[in-house]
């Protein structure tokens, strides 16, 4: 062999050298690998729907909590909210407004709008309430525009609901409906604001570019609870003391049909894929879940008392509460099948939040 090719073959097998693994080289390499695969099947194994956060007032314990989604274990307590029913959750989850079922007697003589209850803003991050807003008269509901600014609150003594600008920290309108307003949705693109009114079986349609009202709709004979079909086109209202849920359109305002429901129907949502609508009934101690292009329905014993109820967008489940004692069911949205009991620290569960 020549010099020069003796010289390649010297740098070649050095290079061969180098670049060859040894046993605990491979090993490691090995060991970090499995590691990373590990962490991976980890990560890809948590739910799409971790750390999804569903708060709920408790309405006589004067508290609100916090119980992750995930494991349906209580986070988080909130003590020191007054008698919250009605609770709606700024999009971005930094506040939690909650209204109270509670208010002061008006002295002697002072006008009807004089404020007498309150809304508490809550900071979930720093765990107390932050701040109040006085409204006239007690709420029931709540509803929050798309973002975040208004919090509308239902006042069934007062006819109307208030609109609370978070921004400011006080009412800054408020907007007659009609008798005894109890439920109020928002449009997805913030335009419209629709409240049940169970006094008088209407529903009022609300502008928010001036906050009045544009007309007014049919809805049964004492709307309470409301929701938005997925297509935009109608409402479904629960009608509680005649026992069925209207599907209301929104382009003619009439009643397009009545579902027979039951005795003292009170919670109302849809499933994630907006097939089937879930209704409570209190007093015959069941959920249906009603199919309303079919009227096909299937049914799930709940007792005592099933009351509100929430799906929890993304995760296939729903939230039931119990109106006489203090626990929220977990059921699968798809089986109706009972999947958990969360109990709570006392109260009843009311209107839910739910925030990413």
């Known amino acids: 062999m020549t010099k020069r090719a003796l010289g390649r073959y010297d740098q070649t097998h050095q290079s061969l ?4 693994p040894t046993k605990k080289d491979i090993n ?39 119980v992750d989604a995930a494991s349906n274990r209580i986070t988080a307590t909130y003590d020191g909210v007054d ?3 009605g609770l709606v959750a ?10 109270s079922l509670s208010e002061t007697p008006l ?14 803003v809550i900071h979930p991050a720093h765990g107390h309430v932050m ?12 509803a929050i525009t798309p973002d975040g600014r208004y919090v509308l609150s239902t006042h069934p003594t007062r006819g109307g609901i208030s609109v609370a600008d978070l921004t400011e920290n006080k009412v800054v ?25 169970s006094g008088n079986g209407t529903i009022s349609e609300i502008d928010t570019a001036d906050w009045k009202v544009t007309r007014t709709l049919e809805a049964g004979a004492s709307p309470e609870h409301m929701l938005l079909a ?9 009608n509680a003391r005649s026992g069925a849920v209207s599907a209301v359109s929104l382009e003619t305002g009439k009643v397009e049909r009545e579902y027979a429901m039951g005795k003292r129907l009170h919670g109302l949502d849809i499933s994630d894929d907006g097939r089937w609508l879930f209704v409570s009934l209190i007093s015959e101690d069941k959920l249906v879940a009603l199919d309303p292009q079919t009227d096909e329905r299937h049914v799930l014993p709940l007792a005592p008392a099933p009351y509100h109820l929430g799906a929890v967008r993304g995760t296939g489940k729903l939230y039931v509460s119990s109106r006489k004692e203090a626990k929220i069911w977990v059921v699968d949205q798809t089986s109706l099948k009972l999947l958990d009991t969360i109990q709570l620290p006392g109260g009843e569960g009311h209107q839910l939040a739910i925030v990413p």
């Not at 700024?90 to 209204?99: C, F, I, K, R, S």
């Not at 309108?173 to 109020?184: D, E, F, M, S």
């Open 83 to 85: 008698n919250p029913h």
């Open 90 to 99: 700024t999009p971005d989850g930094e506040y939690l407004v909650a209204g």
């Open 230 to 238: 997925p297509d935009g086109k109608r409402l479904y209202v629960a």
């Open 173 to 197: 309108h408020t907007v007659a409906t009609g008798p005894a307003p109890n439920y109020a949705v928002v449009t997805p693109d913030g335009k419209r604001v629709y409240v049940s009114n």
């Open 107 to 120: 002295p002697q003589g002072a006008a009807i709008d004089t404020p007498n209850s309150k809304l508490a």
């Open 131 to 142: 701040s109040t807003i006085p409204v006239a008269g007690w709420t029931h509901h709540q």
């Open 17 to 20: 050298t180098k670049s060859t």
């Open 28 to 66: 490691m390499k090995f060991t970090l690998s499995l590691a990373a695969t590990a962490m991976v099947m980890t990560l890809s194994a948590q739910p799409a729907w971790a750390g999804l956060t569903v708060y709920i007032p408790l309405g006589s314990a004067n508290k609100v909590i916090a």
